[in-house]
């Protein structure tokens, strides 16, 4: 199984572009996340979908959208990128309902750069 | 909100030793993993627990429900145990398909040959 993808890998946008961060699970999981991690923080939630159809914000939602595609997909959508979205971002999934007893599987990371 | 916090922040050490990394919180929790992210950047879990220890290989992972406080060891440990390590914590009343997720800073682990 390839678990959580997520693309791309690397990408460099200049202030104002719009991009949008594709991420797939295999897991048949109802859960999905998007995290960023910057340095010297830990990972903050910025939006989630704890199913298809769904989507709410999380801890730092500005400047993002997202789209619940199907079960599989959720991707994260940057419509006028900012220095200040310069980050790593994390796709994640899980089983859902659960209070918390759900291990959660991450996907390799996109490293973003707005300059 | 939950106060997650790792210590130390960074460790170097040399291979063979024997490795402790300590994660505390604020206030209740209903589960805490412990996540490796290694150079390169992907994030695997290595452990989801409640109460009580865990064990899987070199790795070793406890909880002190009462303190509120988990350490993760690791035993001879391998220049390719060298990564960040990062500890977090779901809430008691987590629900709604969030997460609830509050993560640490990391502990950045440096095993030397």
């Known amino acids: 199984n390839a678990g959580v993808t997520q693309t791309p890998k690397f990408q460099v946008l200049k202030t104002g572009q719009s991009m949008t961060l594709q991420c797939a699970q295999d897991m048949n999981h109802n859960s999905m996340y998007w995290y960023r991690q910057d340095p010297g923080m830990g990972l903050r939630l910025i939006y989630y979908?704890?199913?298809?159809?769904?989507?709410d914000k999380g801890e730092v939602p500005n400047g993002y959208n997202v789209s619940r595609l199907n079960k599989r997909e959720f991707s994260l959508r940057l419509e006028s990128a900012a220095p200040s979205q310069t980050s790593v971002y994390f796709c994640?999934?899980?089983?859902?309902?659960?209070?918390?007893?759900?291990?959660?599987?991450f996907g390799q990371g996109t490293r973003l750069t707005v300059v | 909100k939950n106060e997650v916090e790792q210590s130390p922040q960074n460790l170097t050490a040399q291979e063979g030793e024997f490795i402790t990394i300590n994660c505390s919180y604020s206030?209740?929790?209903?589960?805490l993993h412990w996540l490796q992210q290694h150079p390169g950047g992907g994030i695997v879990s290595l452990f989801m627990?409640?109460?009580g220890k865990k064990k899987h290989g070199r790795l070793i992972a406890t909880i002190n429900i009462q303190e509120k406080h988990s350490s993760l060891h690791i035993t001879a440990s391998h220049p390719r145990d060298s990564a960040v390590y990062i500890c977090a914590v779901r809430g008691l009343y987590s629900g709604g398909g969030a997460d609830g997720l509050t993560f640490g800073k990391g502990t950045h682990l440096i095993i030397q040959p």
């Open positions: 627990l409640s109460s």
């Open positions: 994640a999934s899980r089983h859902y309902p659960s209070w918390g007893n759900t291990e959660a599987f």
């Open positions: 206030v209740g929790i209903s589960a």
């Open positions: 979908s704890a199913s298809e159809g769904t989507t």
